[in-house]
């Protein structure tokens, strides 16, 4: 039999392309040399009135072929940007422009768009645009938002976009009968991702054909498609969108849509020439998007063991000045927050504050990592209420193996009870204590403490709803060399699915693993599809693979069987050979089959084990399987009936210097189950890469407003990302594998997970090296001595 792939840690093979350079990304499309270039004028006002646009000058400038503002757009480009993930709940929505229309709400916010030869000619004319503004207040942090003296829309009282309440009992009155309770005050600041290419979108028009050709740095082309048809007024299958390498997408470059990237497409199609934008470093940081920035306050109950009787949550998230993303990332955080504990009663309450800053889009980890602060901070606390190790506290709160499927009385976005699949976090636990070392850690501080170091240890767990519909599909072909092609809609930006998905179709089909070429995220290949996002590439396009190359065998079967004069039943495919079991020498290759399934009917024949022509009348064999279909391939498309709960646990040693207050990584450890695990090396590189990110988003990295609503560090000189010797040397990762009941492959996502827990371990790390409460992060080493300062005081 072909060995299985699922499980092995078979190579990448898309990193020799990357590793060479030759990665092909948005900017590098050059499919015509007098393509025209992009520059967009953005605010540099957080909050104002335009009263006048004057472009005049601009028109004279030599190489200039548009200049467009609010005025010179219209219908549904006029209109504003589509709500991408609208809720019930969110009463006061709001989505931007394309062009400003009469207010600007953030520093960055595009006003006008200019085409030109080249970008340095189009730059040169976006500083010639003359406009004036009427300054309004700003309202800038969550603070300002909830003060409402000021408000970002005139319209939205107490900058309130959206309050929402779920709760699974009468919180009041169980606090009130716990016997011990505490309050937590804590923060997480706004940050954001940073992938190494911006945002990018070339256009092509073609008058011959009537049709639009996106070239386009996202995460969702099928979505960008969607957009900019209905925005340009064309069919759907007028535009195709390609989508080429991706350097990087973290959340960012799912379908929002940016404004450039109806902009481009559209002076492509009026100005009949190829064009293209390409953002830099200072645009990603002004007029993308963040995250995470969210105050939580948490009240909770609990019994002498510090079982959980009363878990009392409020939060304010600040989604900046607009929603295009509605609820997504509050109600993650809300319903996700309690990770793999079962309290007795929850409440949450949350506020969506509108703010004159970039808006906030999902983040990898989506909300989850302010919930698991939320929460892993509160089983710190009550350890240290209750003089409990923090994984007692932790292990009498799971919810245990044998409780799956388990409710947590939770409603999601898609108004669905919440439901996990499947776990084992006692289980997990035991694994990660013994990976990080955690009985022996009292013997290793006191070891330090003797050299006059200073040292903490930290735990944090989480769950993650991986995996979200509603569908993904795939397309397995046969060619007749043997090669076998699979497109899925989704797209990739650097996860191996071109590996990954090899793999699943060598398993199903028995073809070669080398002869798998996998495509992604190009419309004309595969129509219709969903995207990437939420950590589901493999539970839904690789159960879509899977079942696609499950139709394209059983069809080779069929084919081969009257071929071979044998059962289907009795062939096997091994190494992409269809042979009689027993009778290696009965055998027939698939690229062979593929050529019988082609509809001029060719024949086998057995001495030479060729296809040869036949035609009617001929005294050969009659055609093969005459009421199939044409061509060796299979379509089959995936919709699972909910999410399904990755989880894991993290544990860190840190080292606090006694002077400087430096943070130093001594040790990092990851348990990790995403169910049965399709390439292991794959998975430990999206931990790690989550892992670094978190490793930013806990110690270094965090968006710095002053009050005019400036962003004051938009750039690498000043936002700090850790470099390589701030991440840790190695990371201990040990795998847990609870198979996933609700798709074929009993598969759970892993994209996000490594950055969840990073504030949470962190804070319990350092909080245990230190004996001071970690209520807010990130943490620079100048705030944690300025915490032992106060501390001190106190
Ligand atoms: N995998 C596996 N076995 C499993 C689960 C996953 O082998 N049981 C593999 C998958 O086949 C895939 C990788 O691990 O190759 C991640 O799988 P999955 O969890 O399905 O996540 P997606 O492929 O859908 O990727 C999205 C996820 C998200 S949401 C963000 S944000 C993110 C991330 O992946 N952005 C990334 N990882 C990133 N990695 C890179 N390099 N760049 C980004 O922008």
Redesign the pocket.
Known sequence: MTTKLMGTGVQRVEDQRFLRGLGRYADDVAVDPSTLHAAVLRSPHAHARIVDIDVADVLDVEGVHAVWTYDDLTGPMAEPLPLLIPHPMLTHGRTQYALAKDEVNYVGEAIAFVVADDRYVAEDAVGKIKVSYELLPPVVGIDAARAADRLVHDDVPGNVGARMEQNTGDVQAAMAAAPHRLTLDLTVERSA?M?MEGRGTVARWDPDIDRLQVWSST?TSTGVRAVVAVKLGLDLRQVDVITPD?G????V?INHPWPEELLVPLAARTLGRTVKFTEDRREHFISTAHERGQVQYIEVGFDDDGRLLALDVKFWHDHGAYTPYGLIVPIITSTQLLGPYKPEVYRVVFESLYTNTVMVT?????GRPQGCFAMERTMDAIAAELGKDRTEVRAVNFIQPDEFPFEQGLVFQDGRELTYDSGDYPASLEKIKALIGWDEFPAFRAEMAAEGRQVGIGLACYVEG??VGPYEGAHVHVETSGKVKVATG?T??????A???AQLVADELGCRFEDVEVVTGDTRRMPYAVG?????????S?SAIHLAAKRAKEKALKIAAEALEASPDDLQIVDGVVSVKGSPGSSIDLGTVAVLSNPLRYAFDEASKAATQFTVGDPGKPPVAEDEEPGLEGTDFYSPERSTFASGMHAVIVETDPLTAEIRILKYAVVHD???????M??EG?IH??VAQGVGGALYERMVYDESGQLLNASFMDFLMPYVTEVPDGIDIDHLETPSPLNPLG???????GVIPSAAVFASAIEDAESIPITAMPISPSELFHLRLTHAEE
């Open positions: 991702c992938p995460q991706v990087g997408g973290f959340g470059k999902p983040y990898r980890g989506a991986t995996g989704l990739t930006q650097g996860q191996g699915h590996t990954v998905f990437t996002f939420a950590s589901r590439a493999a539970v839904m690789g995403c169910g049965k695990l399709i390439n292991p794959i998975v999206q890469g989550g598969i759970k996502g892993a994209g996000e997970a």
